[in-house]
């Protein structure tokens, strides 16, 4: 009996290997001071010891840090967006 698998043919693990070398890099800052370099987890910027699988922390009051809502994601946006409109009528009115 002839067996399917030829343990000869480094075909597939050759394939693997590229793939790794391709894949994104941890971005994680190490003990050293510089990148991880592990391969990223798929669609995401940090490898699987680095919580590549996490979601993150929890957004707004489910927050520990939350106080008052100033600094949450939606009010730095909306600060940016009222900067952006000062600056912009602020720029019409020099002529
Ligand atoms: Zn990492």
Redesign the pocket.
Known sequence: MKTTDNPMNQARLEAQLTHLRAADR?G?KTRTGRE?Q?PAIRGRA??R??GGRSPGAPKGIKNGNYVDGTFTAEAIEERRWIKSMVATLGKGEQR
Do not use: T
């Open positions: 941890c994680a991880c592990c940090r490898c010891i680095h």
